[in-house]
């Protein structure tokens, strides 16, 4: 059940057990020094009522007493080392397999989840699991094994007074089990109100300086602080309904005290038991109800770790792209094939054909939203296309494993990710077995070596977040060098000028042209004049294929890439 539940490892459901034996063991332990006493205030009631001025000898109950303490001592310490030591380690193999997890995640799960939600699932969720597996289960099972032992222990001494402990139990389990379905929707709710407001923050850190430009700093500030009071009820209302629940069950195990000292105290008056007995069943109810209190107070965190539960199962389960043959193209041609996709109900593509082959530069041409960038995500398989097939050397990719496929792809797109570290690793991403010749060499081949030699620190120079101390131009170069260093078969271009300086550009384009030599290009472009020398050009309206073809040809036969070409001629 718990592997179910929580996704929790053999090795995590196994330390749960072993920690909540080691619990119970050590709860059954705690209940011998009571015996003790009962035993030892049974010797003095016996010499008190005799009138005899001999007492128990205590010396034998000191030693047991010291016994005790050491054993009480063990079986804590083995507790603690399994239920935390194993919660740890757990806890690190949780975040590891979920990240795992997301790396084999479609384009379509990921771009339909805000970053601030994942990480939040990757942090949040798996520290509440954690809590989960560390102490509330332990906790609870442990509790149950401890209170099963004793109440047999007790009905086998006494089966009335031991019954009569059992009286309050099915009331307490019941409003427990009620906690969940009173409090659990308004804690998931809870949840995805605190997720919008985590990513309110995000996308306002994010774009601080575009907000303080606008003048509209002041009006998403006011827009997050009305989602965090509009949070507030939903957080008042769970602890409300949770703490009810918590609270009767709570209640009812106090009342339990009463009703085994007022039937205890008539059992003792009609001569069934003596004192000693009476007594005992009083502590052993005190004892036996403590547990169940604990437990009780650690509902209100389990509930709240199904929903994270919940949440990390569906990234776990979430349908993978599947694909077992590996791409053993004789050559790198990329055919379209009456292919259509559509995001989620809107048709993007509609029976789209063409081919690029091998050795030659296709161009993307079309207005913005005709399917360009699309199509090189279908081909990279980031999505699957709906319908139709997308081969390269007349292998189906939707038959290859993804990771299989990325490796025969270099992409350079307009939106360039670097990391905070420097020049060098941001390179080396491109091929990780490469030597730092290689790398060097890769820079120099991307144009990157005319400002790389007036860093600090060289190539060797840390960058920061995303590169914010390079421009755009040196950031895109940085992208082209790691294509350089990858020298994969299929280079992916999306339009890399499109943002920069002129001067820039004919670096720029001088690195691409060497990246592009002899290699399966498809590339995006919005300036027409940059693809007039392209060995095809495809034109897209609308999701469609209105033209395809040399630019001559498309200048003669396509109305659409004419006009196109000419507007930006005049402009």
């Known amino acids: ?109 990921l771009s339909s989840r805000d970053l601030g939600d994942l990480s939040s699932t990757v942090m949040d969720d798996i520290a509440s699991i954690e809590g989960v597996l560390a102490g509330q289960m332990t906790e609870m099972f442990g509790g149950f094994i401890s209170i099963v032992v004793a109440l047999i222990a007790m009905i086998c001494i006494n089966v009335k007074m031991g019954l009569m402990l059992c009286v309050v139990l099915p009331v307490a389990a019941i409003m427990m089990a009620l906690s969940d379905k009173i409090s659990g929707g308004t804690h998931t709710r809870n949840r995805k109100k605190k997720a919008n407001i985590s990513d309110g923050f995000q996308e306002y850190l994010e774009n601080i300086k575009v907000l303080q430009a606008s003048g509209a700093d002041v009006d998403y500030r006011h827009g997050l602080r009305k989602k965090m009071r509009a949070l507030i009820p939903g957080l008042i209302l769970f602890e409300f309904l949770a703490g009810m629940s918590v609270s009767i069950s709570y209640n009812v195990l106090r009342v339990g005290i009463g009703i085994i000292a007022i039937y205890g105290a008539n059992l003792l008056a009609a001569g069934e038991i ?41 990234i776990r389960d979430y349908p993978r792209q599947k694909g077992e043959k590996p791409l053993d193209a004789k050559n790198y041609d990329i055919e379209f094939r009456d292919v259509s996709f559509a995001y989620k109900e809107e048709k993007v593509l509609n029976g789209v054909s063409f081919k690029a082959g091998q050795g030659e530069i296709t161009a993307l041409v079309g207005p913005s939203g005709s399917g360009k960038s699309t199509i090189t995500r279908l081909v990279a398989r980031f999505w699957d296309a709906d319908e139709g097939r997308i081969t390269v050397g007349n292998t189906d990719i939707s038959e290859v494993d993804p990771e299989e496929l990325m490796k025969s792809f270099s992409i350079v797109f307009q939106d360039v990710t670097l990391f905070n570290d420097t020049i060098y690793n941001n390179i080396l991403i491109g091929n990780r077995s490469a030597t730092r010749e290689e790398v060097i060499k890769a820079a120099a081949d991307a144009q990157c070596m005319s400002f790389i030699e007036k860093l600090p620190e060289g190539i060797d ?66 300036r027409l004049r940059s693809v007039a020398g392209c060995d095809r050009i495809v034109v897209l309206d609308k999701g469609r294929v209105v033209g395809n073809g040399t630019h001559e040809e498309l200048m003669k036969d396509c109305a659409l890439y004419r006009k196109m070409y000419e507007l930006q001629q005049s402009e």
Request: charged share 20%.
């Open 1 to 109: 059940m718990l592997k179910k539940m929580y996704n929790f490892s053999d090795a995590g459901c196994k330390a749960i057990r072993n920690a909540s034996i080691w619990l119970g063991i050590f709860n059954i332990v705690c209940l011998l020094p009571m015996i003790l006493i009962i035993h030892a205030f049974d010797g003095m009631l016996e010499a008190y009522i005799s009138g005899s001025s001999d007492g128990p000898f205590f010396l034998p109950y000191v030693l047991i007493g010291i016994v005790l303490v050491a054993v009480l001592f063990f079986t804590y310490r083995k507790m603690y080392k399994v239920k935390y030591i194993s919660a740890s380690k757990e806890n690190a193999k949780m975040r590891m397999d979920i990240m795992d997890s997301m790396r084999t995640l479609p384009e379509s799960f």
């Open 274 to 314: 003596g004192i000693t007995m009476y007594v005992g069943f009083m502590l052993m109810a005190v004892w036996i109800y403590e547990p169940l209190s604990y437990t009780i107070e650690y509902l209100g965190a389990v509930i709240a770790s199904k929903v994270a539960a919940t949440r990390i199962k569906e």
């Open 461 to 526: 120079t840390v960058i920061g977040e995303n590169g914010h101390t390079l421009s755009g131009g040196e950031r895109q170069r940085l992208s082209i060098a790691r294509a350089f260093l990858k020298d994969a078969p299929i280079v992916l271009l999306d339009e890399s000028t499109a943002s920069v300086d002129p001067e820039t550009e004919t670096k720029v384009q001088c690195a691409i042209e060497r990246l592009t030599r002899g290699r399966t290009v498809l590339m995006i472009a919005h």
